[in-house]
T-cell receptor, first 112, second 113 residues
């Protein structure tokens, strides 16, 4: 299994809703990442988990809350988002060392 | 801090012509360099990576890139463009011990029939 699986693929939520994005990998990778990508822009790093511990938080607003329940799963909990948070949210994983990331296909989030 | 610059936000080539996408890096230590491709409404797929072994790196789909330290460049090439190559291409850099990837601004490749 060489994939990173993200669910759901599309999500529309209101500004008062609470929702979660899910990411799963079974490649034994010990680092997992959340990126945000706006249209026609490169991905921007949000969070890094290394060995299930949060190692990098790129000053992301608290309305985004990451969680790593185990080495295969990564969640992103969303609450009270703003319309400007609408974007493609990408999950990625990697093994130790600079071998590159494996990305999921993303969740297209629309905040209304 | 490490960074990459991609010259040309949009490149158009004819089908069968040479593809050349430019990437220059800025790093105080030997970098690790990557090229990713993104098709519409999809995630990013790793095309190839330079990790201080051979300077000429071959990747998937017929792409290759050459690391030139003297020019601080890592340009992506393909001898003959195919319609299926139309996509967004990102160059990215990280340093040893820091697996955080920093992406360039991307180059949109259009293939003219």
């Amino acid at each position: 299994d060489t994939e990173v699986t993200q669910t759901p693929k599309h999500l529309v939520m209101g500004m008062t809703n609470k929702k979660s994005l899910k990411c799963e990998q079974h490649m034994g990778h010990r680092a997992m990442y959340w990126y945000k990508q706006k249209a026609k822009k490169p991905p921007e790093l949000m969070f890094v988990y290394s060995y299930e511990k949060l190692s990098i938080n790129e000053s992301v607003p608290s309305r985004f809350s990451p969680e790593c329940p185990n080495s295969s799963l990564l969640n992103l909990h969303l609450h009270a988002l703003q319309p400007e948070d609408s974007a493609l949210y990408l999950c990625a994983s990697s093994r130790q060392g600079n071998y590159g990331y494996t990305f999921g296909s993303g969740t297209r989030l629309t905040v209304v | 801090a490490q960074s990459v610059t991609q010259l040309g936000s949009h490149v158009s080539v004819s089908e069968g012509a040479l593809v050349l996408l430019r990437c220059n890096y800025s790093s105080s230590v030997p970098p690790y360099l990557f090229w990713y491709v993104q098709y519409p409404n999809q995630g990013l797929q790793l095309l190839l990576k330079y990790t201080s072994a051979a300077t000429l790196v071959k990747g998937i789909n017929g792409f290759e890139a050459e690391f030139k330290k003297s020019e601080t460049s890592f340009h992506l090439t393909k001898p003959s463009a195919h319609m299926s190559d139309a996509a967004e291409y990102f160059c990215a850099v990280s340093n040893f011990g820091n697996e955080k990837l920093t992406f360039g601004t991307g180059t949109r490749l259009t293939i003219i029939p």
